[in-house]
T-cell receptor, first 113, second 113 residues
Framework: QQQVKQSPQSLIVQKGGISIINCAYE??????FPWYQQFPGKGPALLIA?????SEKKEGRFTISFNKSAKQFSLHIMDSQPGDSATYFC????????????FGTGTRLTVIP | DAGITQSPRHKVTETGTPVTLRCHQT?????MYWYRQDPGHGLRLIHY???????DKGEVSDGYSVSRSKTEDFLLTLESATSSQTSVYFC????????????FGSGTRLTVV
């Protein structure tokens, strides 16, 4: 059973536009929600993360919006650039335990110049 | 990726042959993980380690075994490779069990023919 559901599977955005990727979870015990960015031929890299005690976190052009009651969170990329073209994974985890990170299935983002 | 190296980067092998992939870290992190990445499935955990000689199964462990005899090395073995094990394999490391971000290697692309 997929612990974290991610959509869309792929996304095409014009340069300068806003890219939005959505994720949903069921387990209310999750307390850490990271996003990973993966370029072709590379491993995923931590992009930005949020804890459920805040509703929004912004780092540069990247913003996570978190809706605890709906058990949903999303990544917004403002002023999308061709260099943002990558695969994005949302994830959710518990604070304790070694096997505690669950990934969404990924979104391939293409930003058209 | 700083501190974590996977070898080989690419491998083609025949069905039924044993294959070993290596993950080497220089960060002295306690936790190490092996994932496979397949289209439509995202990242799925194969096995993980929470210390030297301490390992456990993940979501998709059938057909795989692991060993960790030193803190810095985590080996993934396919005892008898099958075409369904054609995938990209990623190793990840984490300093704490609280998951403040995994660091991933660059991956090994394995093709079983």
């Amino acid at each position: 059973q997929q612990q974290v559901k991610q959509s869309p599977q792929s996304l095409i955005v014009q340069k300068g536009g806003i890219s939005i990727i959505n994720c949903a979870y069921e387990n209310t015990a999750f307390d850490y929600f990271p996003w990973y960015q993966q370029f072709p031929g590379k491993g995923p890299a931590l992009l930005i993360a949020i804890r459920p005690d805040v509703s929004e976190k912004k780092e540069g052009r990247f913003t996570i919006s978190f809706n605890k009651s709906a058990k949903q969170f999303s990544l917004h990329i403002m002023d999308s650039q061709p260099g943002d073209s990558a695969t994005y994974f949302c994830a959710a985890s518990f604070q304790t335990g070694a096997n505690n990170l669950f990934f969404g299935t990924g979104t391939r983002l293409t930003v058209i110049p | 990726d700083a501190g974590i190296t996977q070898s080989p980067r690419h491998k083609v092998t025949e069905t039924g042959t044993p294959v070993t992939l290596r993950c080497h870290q220089t960060e002295n992190h306690r936790y190490m993980y092996w994932y496979r990445q397949d289209p439509g499935h995202g990242l799925r955990l194969i096995h993980y380690s929470y210390g030297v000689k301490d390992t456990d199964k993940g979501e998709v462990s059938d057909g795989y075994s692991v060993s960790r005899s030193k803190t810095e090395d985590f080996l993934l073995t396919l005892e008898s490779a099958t075409s369904s094990q054609t995938s990209v394999y990623f190793c990840a490391i984490s300093e704490t069990s609280g998951n403040y971000g995994y660091t991933f290697g660059s991956g090994t692309r394995l093709t079983v023919v």
